[in-house]
């Protein structure tokens, strides 16, 4: 075994502290049991109990008595590392002893909080501190490391979320590179009309928001485009991007659409996928009028050059000295280092066809939510009529909500945005076209600033309102066209049967297809729902468990655009702290290979989940870089010849904590 | 300590052992002719004709060293080991079984009770309708007869004595003897209870260690007879259990060069306080699965794992003995 450190005059000297935490742990723990019991255990020095250890005064204490005992081991039991480690490492620290001189025991959590029985739970307490007691003579003084962090942040997903925080990072002159899978920023935002509760035009709001990303010259807009690989850690991550090809050279286009009109289809041809399909598009295309960047697109697909090579080439020839157009451009990737990265990769719909009895897919007037969007939207497939696939314009409409929510059989949990987004189009279409608007709904969610009050008003002009599940949608004998909506009036306590023309279903938000991929590729975790998990649910709402990872929008869980911009500001700004203070802090808990004794098994290599252990062909043994390594351990554990170690958890400091605890069987 | 020609007196003794360590001994070769040269064999049962008394008639101390193999499983071994202690400058623990208990330490996966009924009434070949059972003590016509007694535990020799150095192996590899031999006689020892051998895992100078891949991630396991071997790869890289990271260097890998996987003898590194255990993490470690069913079907492949990973070490392990409160009355016990 290795020798401890010791005090100057030779010895290591034992400070114990056990904290009250008001009732929380004296109501259960009697603390001056358990302070006089520490006071007997060898090499403690002092022991004391207080109120609060966590307050000013204690942590004075802490202090004071190193001076006048010359303490040379600090413990605190108290609460939970993760609420009061930070505090009592600086209160030692400030007391002049290194800072991993102390240990803390949990008493709260696991004693007093688990326990009635004030005996027993006093005897566990006692145990407690004696395994801290015996561990900290072992203890080693330890450095924390800082590394720089790179300024530079990387943005995945130009969703409003998106687009939010790389205006506020660059608002801060920090350069932001904001990678966007489709050929426009703008997300789900940019398909809508008008968004609740307010009724402001998204696109009034949103394409200003756009432009300012283009034009902005801290931002690097890379459209058409998705991460493929991510090294490293926080402060220095190595970012890969594939970019696909577009055929159209971006800083050449611009976005005079003179080559969709010369295009050889003389019609649009093709489904068009911002509008889901109910409009058409050319070959050579624009996602939408006011898509950022403004630059053509050509789908290799169904464009003749690419399918036989023997095209005219119109597009060309009409695009003219602009020389935009280039067959040849082919897939390539870029290489990026930043320090912080924002995940705004948002959702997807629920497939409303996993729902068979709501027909979609089957009645051509059965819709989904996000399609009706467009239909309302003045620049979308119709001009903003509500039209049905025929033509005609529906005298009635059913909105049925939580399809694909609240829901035993496809996704449990609420979407959150589906009850507003339903009471907005049935505004909406009422507007549009006068028709008699019936909502289904189980409950009505509306909890948001100005939602009730949009509730109301909707409810006022006269859109129905009918507590109950939809249970069938199916044709109406005869040839009318009319669809029947089922469903169980729960106020009413009877089943309604109401005939109308148009079926609009309220789809949920899911998480992306990809979300486990790109969980997996940023080394982040992901909730039971799929959506990216965040650190804690209250105190760190963007942090995820990756260091200088954040999350913002709706990749994190469904959420509306208040919702989604707020946390892209407050993820904008912890990647804002980060750079600030410039430097990390590393935790110095890392494992490290005694060189040595490594005889290069190489067994620990695979394993490591941070990818911080390589083989050194030139020793011909295993090295940890101890800036990647988060101390999580498994190499020690698995290390077949006990050759790498940890700092603050060394055998030596486990096994007397063992005994420590089961001293008294 | 030294006879009146000037040379250190030695004892070779062996406990519950096989015999092999012995043989390491004899295998010397040459070497052992050096050996006998520079020191007075002063007790080796198994090669020379002396007795206990003329041990018991040596002062205290007066062997320089004393070579003890084999576990200690009867009284008559705890005995002499005590009276050799006594007599011992330098105590060594030789071969795996005084170190780590060895293939004989595996009995304490039973106790006493179960191995007597076994050996003297259930076992196929038994004919024993009397129930004879071997006694400590028995009165005859003769007079009286005495054996050693059966203990219900096997243990290492440091678990009966206070031992100075181990020499491991199973047996001894012959460089770690000479080596051994030659740092007592010319008083260059390490720290007292160090182990004599490289404190490195095998891996480190195995012929097949260029071959074994960085990423070794194992969905199968396969035992010798089930593979055909390629005689350079990695044996652990041909699905083989190899216990070569585990395990203590210094045999110059024989075993391994011989399409055998290592199987532990040298007993762990000084850093390792469970061998067993610490094989067993570093295995489950690179199991290729996330999947419990498909884990629990890989290590099934493994087909003794007590006898695997604690194949030379039970005793000396944090675990011991089977617990006995589980041991059937008198049944035999299966693992
Ligand atoms: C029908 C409907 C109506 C709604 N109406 C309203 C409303 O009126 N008011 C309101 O407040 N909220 C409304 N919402 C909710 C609103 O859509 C969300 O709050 C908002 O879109 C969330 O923004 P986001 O940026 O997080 O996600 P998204 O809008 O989904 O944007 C994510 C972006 O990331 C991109 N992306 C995804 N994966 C990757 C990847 N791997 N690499 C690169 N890029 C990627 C996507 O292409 C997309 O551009 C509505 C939702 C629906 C379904
Ligand atoms: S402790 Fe965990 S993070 Fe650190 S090197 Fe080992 S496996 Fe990697
Ligand atoms: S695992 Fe076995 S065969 Fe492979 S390198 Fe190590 S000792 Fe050699």
Not at chain 1, 133 to 140: A, K, N, T
Not at chain 1, 558 to 579: F, H, N, R
Not at chain 2, 133 to 152: I, K, M, N
Request: hydrophobic residues 40%; contains cysteine.
């Amino acid at each position: 075994m290795r020798e401890p450190e010791i005090s100057p005059d030779g010895a290591v000297r034992v400070g114990v502290y056990i904290c009250h935490c008001g009732t929380n742990i004296a109501g259960t723990i009697d603390v001056r049991a358990v302070t006089e019991y520490a006071a007997t255990l060898p090499h403690v020095v002092v022991a004391r109990d207080y109120k609060y250890m966590c307050s000013d005064p204690g942590q004075t204490l802490i202090q004071q008595d190193i001076r006048d005992h010359h303490l040379t081991r600090i413990i605190v039991a108290s609460c939970s590392p993760l609420l009061h480690e930070h505090t009592f490492r600086a209160a030692t620290a400030g007391g002049g002893l290194n800072p991993y001189h102390f240990q803390m025991v949990n008493i709260r959590e696991h004693a007093s909080w688990v326990h009635e029985d004030r005996q027993a739970a006093t005897e566990k307490a006692k145990d407690l501190v004696r395994a801290a007691v015996f561990r900290v003579y072992f203890h080693e003084p330890l450095e924390r490391r800082e590394v720089p962090i790179n300024p530079d942040v990387l943005v995945v997903g130009g969703g409003i979320a998106g687009i939010h925080a790389a205006l506020t990072l660059a608002g801060a002159r920090k350069h932001v590179y904001l990678v966007e899978r489709e050929p426009s920023i703008g997300g789900h935002m940019a398909k809508f009309d008008k968004t609740f509760p307010t009724l402001d035009c998204a696109a009034c709001i949103l394409t200003p928001k756009m432009t300012a990303v283009r034009t902005n010259p801290h931002i690097t807009l890379w459209t058409y485009s998705e991460v493929v690989g991510v090294e490293g850690y926080v402060g220095n991550f190595k970012v890969t991007v594939k970019r696909k090809p577009r055929y159209v050279i971006e800083d050449l286009c611009v976005g005079c659409a003179e080559c969709i009109e010369a295009c050889v289809y003389k019609a649009a041809r093709f489904p068009d996928e911002f509008n889901l399909g109910l409009g058409k598009r050319k070959p050579i295309y624009l996602p939408f009028p006011q898509a950022v960047p403004l630059v053509a697109v050509i789908d290799p697909e169904t464009c003749i050059e690419f399918k036989s090579g023997k095209c005219k080439k119109t597009c060309v020839e009409v695009c003219g000295e602009r020389n935009a157009i280039d067959f040849t451009q082919e897939e390539h990737t870029e290489t990026i280092e930043v320090g912080t990265i924002i995940l705004a990769t948002g959702f997807q719909v629920f497939d409303a066809k996993r729902i068979p009895y709501y027909g979609y897919g089957v009645y051509p007037n059965v819709y989904t939510a996000l399609e009706v969007e467009r239909l309302v939207n003045a620049s979308g497939p119709t001009s903003g009529e509500v039209v049905l696939r025929d033509g005609r314009t529906p005298k009635s409409v059913a909105i049925v909500h939580c399809v694909g929510s609240r829901d035993e059989n496809t996704n449990r949990y609420c979407s959150r945005v589906c009850c507003m987004y339903s009471l907005k189009l049935a505004h909406l279409i009422k507007e549009h076209t006068d028709a008699e608007v019936y909502n289904f709904y189980i409950d009505m969610r509306t909890p948001g600033k100005g939602f009730e009050e949009f509730y109301n008003r909707v409810a006022e002009e006269g859109t129905q309102l009918i507590r109950g599940k939809v249970a069938d949608v199916y044709p109406e004998p005869g040839d009318g066209g009319r669809l029947i909506v089922q469903a169980e009036d729960t106020l009413l306590g009877k089943v309604r049967k109401i005939p109308v023309d148009m079926v609009v279903l309220a789809v949920g938000l899911e998480p992306q297809a990809d979300a486990q991929d790109v969980r997996r590729m940023f080394n982040i975790t992901c909730s039971t729902e799929g959506f990216f998990l965040e650190r804690h649910p209250k105190l760190a709402p963007v942090n995820t468990f990756t260091d200088g990872i954040f999350l913002a929008g709706a990749c994190q869980g469904p959420k509306d655009i208040p919702d989604t911009v707020a946390q892209a500001g407050s993820a904008a700004a912890e990647a804002l702290a980060l750079i600030d203070a410039g430097t990390v802090e590393l935790e110095p808990n890392t494992a490290y290979v005694v060189e040595e004794a490594c005889s290069g098994c190489k067994t620990c290599v695979p394993l490591c989940p941070y990818s911080a252990i390589s083989f050194m062909e030139a020793t011909q043994k295993a090295q940890i870089n101890e800036v990647l390594c988060k101390g999580c351990g498994v190499c020690v554990a698995a290390c077949p010849s006990g050759s790498i170690r940890q700092h603050l958890f060394q055998d030596e400091e486990i096994f007397e904590e063992i005994k420590g605890v089961l001293a008294h069987a | 300590m030294a006879d009146p020609a000037g040379k250190p007196k030695v004892a070779f003794y062996w406990c519950a052992s096989c015999g092999g360590c012995e043989e390491a001994v004899v295998d010397l070769a040459e070497d052992i002719l050096k050996v006998v040269d520079a020191v007075d064999i002063a007790f080796w049962p198994v090669a020379l004709d002396f007795k206990r008394a003329d041990v018991e008639a040596l002062e205290d101390g007066a062997l320089a060293a004393c070579f003890i193999n084999g576990a200690i499983r009867t009284s008559e071994q705890e005995e002499m080991a005590h009276l050799l202690r006594r007599k011992s400058g330098v105590l060594v623990a030789f071969g795996s079984c005084a170190h780590l208990g060895g293939i004989p330490g595996l009995a304490n996966l039973f106790d006493r009770e179960a191995i007597l009924d076994r050996v003297y009434r259930t076992a196929p070949t038994v004919d024993n309708d009397d129930g004879t059972r071997p006694q400590v003590r028995a009165e005859t016509p003769e007079g009286r007869l005495t054996l050693p007694e059966f203990s219900d535990t096997v243990r290492t020799l440091d678990q009966t004595v206070e031992v100075d150095y181990y020499l491991p192996g199973c047996p001894p590899p012959v460089g770690l003897i000479v080596d051994a031999v030659t740092a007592i006689l010319e008083g260059r020892l390490p720290p007292r209870g160090s182990v004599l051998a490289p404190d490195v895992a095998l891996c480190s100078e195995c012929p097949r260690k260029t071959t074994k891949p960085e990423r070794l991630l194992l969905k199968e396991l396969r035992r010798p007879h089930e593979v055909l071997m390629d005689p350079e790869t990695c044996l652990l890289a041909q699905g083989l259990l190899c216990l070569g990271p585990a395990t203590r260097g210094g045999c110059g890998a024989p075993c391994v060069s011989a399409n055998m996987p290592c199987t532990g003898c040298l007993g762990p590194t000084s850093r390792v306080r469970d061998y067993g255990a610490k094989a067993l993490s570093a295995l489950a470690s690179v199991v290729d699965s996330n999947d419990e069913a498909e884990i629990a079907a890989v290590m099934a492949q493994v087909a003794d794992p007590v006898g695997t990973f604690y194949r030379y070490s039970l005793p000396a392990s944090l675990l011991r003995r089977r617990a006995r409160r589980h041991a059937p009355a008198g049944g035999g016990v299966s693992s």
